[in-house]
């Protein structure tokens, strides 16, 4: 018999509970942690052709013990409160991790993306931006959108051209919303964030001797394989860097049509403009097709990656896992039933919390970006590229030899925005996930990666709200 399993909000809840368990802070002040603190739900009118339309939308501010609050927003038919309250509180449990200064919130409307035109798409974001600025939930101190399922920096342009006509003269009016276009006061880096932050993540984690050992893995990224469902903003750049920068094996991706496998590697950059051009993966050269789409999760792989919605991997489907690390990309993608058997057969589960990370890391980047007015990299660049030749002539000079020119371009180069933006991103990934293995390793109550980062999460909250005087 099968008994109904956790919803998503419900997973959330439970595994929160499981590490709250585990600290000693007091009762109600792990409750004020857990609860939404402020719940929007909108139902506004949209002319759609010759028909009306009434679009249900939501933003969830889950934590207000830091401004402003931060969170993407999400365009699926599947959008309903509890599911915008679970990710809007993953949010604020991720922000803590990453040391990000900011509540989580989310937001969600509920509708298919693919079924409305951009001109359609751009009058439902824009009414869904009045919206959000009648009743002060967006604004540069207020609450800050990016993007999420089924949105990307075109809808971020729209929230922050609707957010501006409504704000004349606003100083800081662009950084009302981030991931924005660059040419938009976007920042360099922001649309692949989030999958690069979860190879840093997964890079890091793979860098311990012994804890690969032990998870009966040889230590390194380079040579393990990858399965990865959903090829849209984060499967895809998590597949692309993994490949290009860590020399991971990607054999078997999952999308809405099906999945496609290839035990000598797949190549994503080829595959993502076939499937634009096609229209579907199924009949990618050298590429043989599964019958049922949902075995992804059953296949022969290092590290299962589940990019593209929560609750894919059940207590039903949990026991065909046969990889030996899932890398939670998507948010709540593994229930908290699932959780526990993965854990007997001893997978190791990467925390979405923690994983999926970099794309508010560079949010808040760009957040930074915008309210300082400058490019990162402008003032200092051209000075730090004199200083570093003066340094190399020198040394040339006392040792009376030279190196070839193309060393020395390498050599005495300053930073642009990009690659500031990625040593800040993998310097982010790389110190949240010291802390969560520190905690995972030194206490023996803390059965898993997901709980010690909730228990992370938890006290520099706990810390915060203390510190208010909010607890007096
Ligand atoms: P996206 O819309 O760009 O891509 C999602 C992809 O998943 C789509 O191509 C879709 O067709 C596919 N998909 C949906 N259902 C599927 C199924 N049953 N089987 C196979 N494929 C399926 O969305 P995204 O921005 O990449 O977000 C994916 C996940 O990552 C979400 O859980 C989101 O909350 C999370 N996330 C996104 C960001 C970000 O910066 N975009 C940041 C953190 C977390």
Request: glycine fraction near 10%; charge should be positive; include cysteine.
């Amino acid at each position: 018999m099968i008994t109904k399993q956790a919803n998503f909000y419900q997973s959330v809840e439970r595994n929160f509970d499981k590490a709250a368990a585990l600290t000693k802070h007091p009762k109600g002040l792990l409750e004020q942690i857990k609860v939404c603190n402020a719940i929007y739900q909108m139902n506004f009118p949209v002319k759609i052709g010759n028909n009306y339309q009434v679009i249900e939308a939501y933003r969830v501010q889950h934590s207000h013990h830091r401004l402003p609050t931060k969170g993407g927003i999400r365009f699926s038919h599947l959008v309903n409160q509890e599911e915008v309250m679970a990710l809007a509180s993953l949010m604020t449990y991720k922000c803590a991790l990453v040391d990000v200064p900011f509540g989580g919130a989310k937001g969600g409307v509920k509708i298919s993306p693919r079924k409305y035109t951009p001109e359609q798409l751009q009058k439902i974001t824009r009414r869904y931006t009045v919206e959000l600025v009648r009743k002060n939930f967006i604004g540069p101190g207020v609450d800050v959108p990016a993007p999420d399922y089924g949105t990307s920096s075109r809808e971020m342009a729209w929230i922050l051209d609707t957010y501006q006509q409504l704000n004349n003269g606003e100083l800081d009016s662009a950084a009302c919303v981030t991931g924005k276009p660059v040419n938009q006061n976007g920042i360099r880096g922001r649309t692949e964030a989030t999958g690069r932050g979860v190879f840093y993540g997964l890079r890091e984690m793979l860098s311990f001797k012994e804890d690969c050992k032990a998870m009966g893995l040889e230590p390194g990224i380079e040579g393990k394989t990858m399965v990865i469902q959903g090829l849209g903003n984060v499967g895809t750049y998590t597949g692309s860097i993994s490949i290009e920068e860590g020399g991971v094996k990607v054999i078997g991706i999952s999308e809405i049509e099906g999945t496609i496998v290839n035990p000598k590697g797949i190549n994503i950059n080829k595959l993502v403009k076939y499937r634009r051009d096609k229209g579907t993966i199924i009949g990618f050269p050298g590429t043989t097709a599964l019958k049922d789409r949902d075995d992804w999760i059953g296949l022969e792989c290092d590290i299962l990656v589940p990019a593209a919605l929560e609750s894919q991997i059940t207590k039903i489907n949990a026991k065909k896992v046969k990889a030996r690390i899932i890398a939670e990309a998507a948010n709540g993608p593994v229930t908290a039933d699932a959780e526990a058997i993965l854990l007997k057969k001893g997978v190791v589960i990467m925390p979405d919390m923690y994983l999926n990370a970099g794309g508010v890391t560079v949010s808040y980047f760009e957040w930074l970006k915008n309210l300082s007015h400058v490019r990162y990299g402008r003032i200092e660049k051209r000075f730090d590229q004199n200083a570093y030749t003066n340094l190399v002539t020198t040394v040339e000079e006392l040792t009376g030899k030279t190196i070839s020119t193309r060393e020395k371009k390498m050599l005495t180069r300053g930073p642009d925005e990009i690659d500031l933006v990625r040593s800040g991103l993998e310097e982010t990934m790389s110190t949240a996930y010291g802390q969560i293995r520190e905690i995972y390793r030194r206490k023996k109550t803390v059965t898993d990666l997901r709980s010690a980062a909730f228990i992370n999460a938890i006290n520099k909250i706990a810390s915060d709200y203390l510190t208010l005087g909010v607890f007096p």
